[in-house]
C-alpha cells in the first residue's frame, strides 16, 4: 500500500480514478454498473500500471475475471458492501 501512496506525479490521474471508482462503490454498493471495470479500457489499463493498485482494488473487493464469452478480463466486484474506509482514505 505504500508504493501506491507514494507512486508520484505519474500516477495522478490514475489514482484519482481509483478514489473515484472506490468512492462510487461505496456509495451505491448495489450498483452493478460500478461493480465490473473492463481492463481493455484505456484508463482502467492506465491505473492497472500503477504499482500497488491491483492490490488495492483487490483488497476493496474486485478480483480479475476473464469473460468465457469473448476472453476479455474485467475487474469484478466480488464483495462490493464491504468496500472499506481505509481503502478509499490512503488515495
Known amino acids: 500500500m505504500a508504493v501506491l501512496c507514494s507512486a508520484g506525479n505519474d500516477a495522478g490521474a490514475p489514482l484519482a480514478l481509483l478514489a473515484q471508482l472506490l468512492a462510487n462503490v461505496q456509495r451505491e454498493p448495489g450498483n452493478p454498473k460500478f461493480a465490473r471495470l473492463r481492463a481493455a479500457n484505456p484508463r482502467i489499463a492506465a491505473l ?17 475475471v476473464v469473460s468465457c464469452a469473448d476472453g476479455d478480463v474485467f475487474w469484478e466486484m466480488k464483495r462490493a458492501a464491504e468496500v472499506r474506509d481505509s481503502t478509499v482514505e490512503c488515495l
Open 48 to 64: 492497472l500500471q500503477v504499482p500497488g493498485a491491483c492490490d488495492v482494488l483487490t483488497e476493496a473487493g474486485f478480483e480479475p
